[in-house]
């Protein structure tokens, strides 16, 4: 069993940056992946970025791309997404997720999850 602890979320304005992390207890993710999904209000949850544990071989959205980092610490057990560039359409609850194998995008790969924490990003 893995849990995971989010913080980091707040308001920012446009332009702006902001740095989630999620800090995990229970099993290690050693071949494992850390992914993260928002969710906006009246949308559906979407992927934004994921990265593999051990090699860090990281994956974004087309929509995040050249903007967020995903990285990991491992002795911290300590994923972080780092948002630049924040735009309004950023806007949303930003979740991690873990999965104790190889996942993807889609957000049924993976079997633990934060509690979420609110991103705003004012115009």
């Known amino acids: 069993q893995v849990q995971l602890v989010e913080s980091g979320g707040g308001v920012v304005q446009a332009g702006g940056s902001l740095r989630l992390s999620c800090a995990a207890s229970?099993?290690?993710?050693?071949?494992?992946?850390m992914g993260w999904f928002r969710q906006a209000p009246g949308k559906e949850r979407e992927f934004a970025a994921r990265?593999?544990?051990?090699?860090?071989?990281?994956r974004y959205a087309d929509s995040v791309k050249g903007r967020f980092t995903v990285s990991r610490d491992n002795a911290k057990n300590t994923g972080y997404l780092e948002m630049n560039s924040l735009m309004p359409e950023d806007t949303a609850v930003y979740y991690c997720?873990?999965?104790?194998?190889?996942?993807?995008?889609?957000?049924?790969?993976?079997?633990?999850w934060g509690q979420g924490t609110q991103v705003t990003v004012s115009s």
């Open positions: 997720a873990a999965s104790p194998r190889l996942a993807f995008s889609a957000a049924v790969e993976y079997d633990y």
């Open positions: 990265i593999t544990w051990s090699a860090g071989f990281t």
């Open positions: 229970g099993r290690t993710l050693s071949s494992g992946t």
